[in-house]
């Protein structure tokens, strides 16, 4: 079996939209101020990994939200806070037709839709976008595809992936899983905990 060392995994910060409650999904929306504070937390939390976490690799989706927080990260711990590199894979779940609306227009808006994803939110995939199964691929893919210890700044949907896959978790359970944006997750294969 491959060396799957540590990851120390961030959820970007909040943005407005996080806050509206609407689907995001690959849109390339800014951080707010309650997500730079998220992230400034979350660098000082990952501080007492230094020296360790200095020549990690530091990784993050392309998407503003996730390199605004990297940057923040990266600035708490004394790093150059362009010492990155950016990685596509790591982009959060295309929700096609639903980018930009409201979670709560939803039911109301595509009946249709929501109620095939109640079935099936695993598999369901909206118009244009993708399913979890779908991101899960993309995600073990990368995961797979990686060593040494990283520092990685991406999207929820990664995060419930990444501990799908390194944790053994049935895929079903997860849509379902948290992935909130104030904590620093840490996974190895088979373990997890949050700083």
């Not at 951080?31 to 200095?54: C, D, M, V, W």
């Amino acid at each position: 079996m491959p060396d799957h060392p540590t990851i120390y995994f961030i959820r970007h910060g909040e943005t407005d939209w996080n806050r509206d409650r609407r689907y995001q999904g690959q849109k390339d929306i800014p951080l707010n101020e309650t997500g730079r504070a998220q992230s400034r937390r979350n660098g000082i939390a990952l501080r007492t990994f230094l020296p360790a976490i200095a020549d990690a690799e530091f990784i993050a989706s392309p998407l503003i939200r996730a390199r605004e927080t990297m940057e923040i990260i990266r600035a708490e711990l004394g790093l150059a806070p362009e010492g990155y590199a950016i990685d596509a894979r790591l982009m959060e779940l295309c929700y096609g037709v639903w980018e930009g609306t409201l979670q709560d227009d939803i039911k109301k808006h595509d009946p249709d839709a929501f109620a095939a994803r109640a079935e099936d939110p695993f598999r369901w995939r909206p118009d244009a976008g993708e399913s979890y199964a779908d991101l899960l691929a993309r995600v073990t893919g990368w995961a797979e595809a990686r060593r040494g210890n990283r520092v990685v700044v991406s999207h929820g949907g990664v995060s419930r992936c990444l501990r799908a896959h390194f944790l053994g978790l049935d895929p079903e359970l997860i849509p379902d899983l948290e992935s909130p944006q104030d904590r620093v997750l840490i996974l190895t294969r088979g373990s997890m905990r949050w700083l």
